[in-house]
């Protein structure tokens, strides 16, 4: 009496490998384009809600006719302005924190005439321009406020160092 042979059907093991073996690789390749791209995408982020942020204290401080003043703290990374309430916390002064945000940017620098403080007059005008400058991975943006109160914002190019990669 002869058994009847089931037909199994299946992957080998070497079949499975193999295509685990592909997949690592695969991984190993695209993870580092990955995670720069996330790092670009977030400092450019954080750079345009600062922008809007520098905007809208210029924007108050003329429709108010009361100088708005934003104060940079790289200690703890993140900015306040006064003179503005925060939009989710009726009176409580605005602040934002780049640490605890989904952004995760570092706020490397921010110097106007010297100081970490921007003070839009009545006018709209600046005490004095300057830039802040901002990271993430190996992205850095930089924001800058001239002599009128013109906002720009510029993306420093990114220096891999991975091989092969322009």
Do not use: C, W
């Amino acid at each position: 009496m002869e058994r009847a042979r089931k037909n199994l059907s299946g992957f080998t093991m070497i079949e499975v490998v193999i295509v685990m073996l592909i997949m690592g690789i695969l991984t190993a390749v695209a993870a580092p384009r990955y995670f720069d791209s996330l790092s670009k995408f977030r400092v450019e982020a954080a750079s345009q809600r600062m922008v809007a942020d520098m905007k809208l204290a210029r924007r108050e401080a003329q429709r108010t006719s009361s100088s708005k003043t934003i104060v940079f703290d790289l200690a703890s990374n993140s900015y306040s302005v006064t003179g503005i309430d925060d939009f989710n916390r009726p009176g409580t002064a605005y602040r934002f924190n780049f640490g605890q945000s989904d952004y995760q940017v570092a706020l490397e620098s921010a110097s106007f005439a010297g100081a970490t403080t921007l003070t839009y007059d009545m006018y709209g005008r600046p005490s004095a321009a300057g830039v802040v400058v901002m990271s993430s991975g190996n992205n850095t943006e930089t924001v800058g406020v001239d002599v009128n109160g013109n906002v720009t914002q510029t993306s420093d190019v990114s220096q891999s160092t991975q091989p092969g990669v322009e």
